[in-house]
């Protein structure tokens, strides 16, 4: 059975700082990872995958993040927080391409000025 | 790029009512979909997996009987909640899925008072 654990409930940076958002996983086959974000009362969008290949994956907003298969992680970052990127987070992971994703509890980011 | 709508995005309805949430993939053909549950703070869990044509697969403690799931064409999945209680209010999320992505709705507030 696949799960995601995400260390820290909440995360507080200040403007300009680097984000770090931590995931890891347990899947017992080559899984799929995501990273989602979520604002209050809406949906989720996509920030980033890794599916196969390289293990650097780039998303929007300027976030990325490194599948580390040795340590079962896949850690969220972005150099510079602003202040819009104040929402909750979601690592995912998959063993069945995008299909039933399991998510982990989320992260909520907080931005100060 | 692909886009998953849900209505409503909130409803309130009185306990014992039943309640009917759509989720419609805009410019592809979803042959499944699938329908998460967020409780307050906490993480989305899968509820059930919508097939077009055939029966909802549920997952383990999912009653059926009460989120009645119905995939009528390649475009659209419905979820209704029979005989709500104020247990049953929560945040419902479609998702469907293409070969690249899985791509979310916007998400439904249900409150049952």
Redesign the interface.
């Known amino acids: 059975a696949q799960s995601v654990t995400q260390l820290g409930s909440h995360v507080s940076v200040s403007e300009g700082a680097l984000v770090l958002l931590r995931c890891n996983y347990s899947s017992s086959v080559p899984p799929y990872l995501f990273w989602y974000v979520q604002y209050p009362n809406q949906g989720l969008q996509l920030l980033l995958k890794y599916t196969t290949g390289a293990t650097l994956v780039k998303g929007i907003n300027g976030f990325e993040a490194e599948f580390k298969k040795s340590e079962t992680s896949f850690h969220l970052t972005k150099p510079s927080a602003h202040m819009s990127d104040a929402a909750e987070y979601f690592c995912a992971v998959s063993d069945s391409g995008f299909q039933k994703l399991v998510f982990g509890t989320g992260t909520r980011l907080l931005v100060s000025p | 790029g692909a886009v998953?709508s849900?209505h409503p995005?909130?409803v309130i309805c009185k306990s014992g009512t039943s309640v009917k949430i759509e989720c419609r993939s805009l410019d592809f053909q979803a042959t499944?979909m699938?329908w998460y549950r967020q409780f307050p703070k906490?993480?989305?869990?899968?509820m059930a997996?919508s097939n077009e044509g055939s029966k909802a697969t549920y997952e383990q403690g999912v009653e059926k009987d009460k989120f009645l799931i119905n995939h009528a064409s390649l475009t659209l999945s419905t979820l209704t909640v029979t005989s709500a209680h104020p247990e049953d209010s929560s945040?419902y999320?479609c998702?469907a899925?293409?070969n690249?992505?899985?791509?979310?709705?916007?998400?439904t507030?249900l409150t049952v008072v």
């Open positions: 998953v849900q995005s909130r499944t699938f906490q993480s989305l869990m899968l997996t945040f999320i998702s899925i293409t690249t992505e899985a791509f979310f709705g916007q998400g507030r």
